[in-house]
T-cell receptor, first 114, second 116 residues
């Protein structure tokens, strides 16, 4: 595809359930990012993958959050035992991983925890 | 640690008026700076970026921004706003520790409303 693809676009889940959010980056992009956008909170950095390097997980808010990137391409963000405060839009972005490479964002997954 | 402050949560301007959105950053080394725009129902789009060189950078849609090291600022400007500029604007800062991109830290955003 031409852009970053995220699925599902919307997800409603019950408190305590696990969810998986998927991101397909632009082909050839080596860097992949996950951000969370909550109302009034801006974009909160979650995790960053760059090539074969160990990911920067410094933004993950708790151990209920994890992410992996398989084969240097598709990434999955998993939230275990979801809580209502996890409700937000989860944005994925990718880039060529160089200093002058802009981030290309997907349209996000809107997660609602009831 | 890096941080970005956008002091204005919400700005309203009339169409045709000039615009300045404020951004202040905190970072010990030379930053690289970005402005992104998020239009309703759309993903974030890069407006412009600064890495080095000329401190006044031009972007898409007639926007420009000026890097002022002494003020730790990177304010976004447009001389004449169009109704289609109504959106949320995010300033972001990254590190220049290495050749590779580091994570970007975003501000909380400024929502721009344009009146006819």
């Amino acid at each position: 595809g031409a852009g970053v693809s995220q699925s599902p676009s919307n997800k409603v889940t019950e408190k305590g359930k696990d969810v998986e959010l998927r991101c397909d980056p632009i082909s050839g992009h080596t860097a992949l990012y996950w951000y969370r956008q909550s109302l009034g909170q801006g974009l909160e950095f979650l995790i960053y993958f760059q090539g074969n390097s160990a990911p920067d997980k410094s933004g993950l808010p708790s151990d209920r959050f994890s992410a992996e990137r398989t084969g240097g391409s598709v990434s999955t963000l998993t939230i275990q035992r979801t809580q209502q405060e996890d409700s937000a839009v989860y944005l994925c972005a990718s880039s060529f991983g160089q200093r002058n490479s802009p981030l290309h964002f997907g349209n996000g997954t809107r997660l609602t925890v009831t | 640690a890096q941080s970005v402050t956008q002091p204005d949560i919400h700005i309203t301007v009339s169409e045709g008026a000039s615009l300045e959105l404020r951004c202040n950053y905190s970072y010990g080394a030379t930053p690289y700076l970005f402005w992104y725009v998020q239009s309703p129902g759309q993903g974030l789009q890069l407006l412009l970026k600064y890495f080095s060189g000329d401190t006044l950078v031009q972007g898409i849609k007639g926007f420009e921004a000026e890097f002022k090291r002494s003020q730790s600022s990177f304010n976004l400007r447009k001389p004449s706003v169009h109704w289609s500029d109504a959106a949320e604007y995010f300033c972001a800062v990254g590190a220049t520790r290495s050749y590779n991109t580091d994570k970007l830290i975003f501000g909380t955003g400024t929502r721009l409303q344009v009146f006819p």
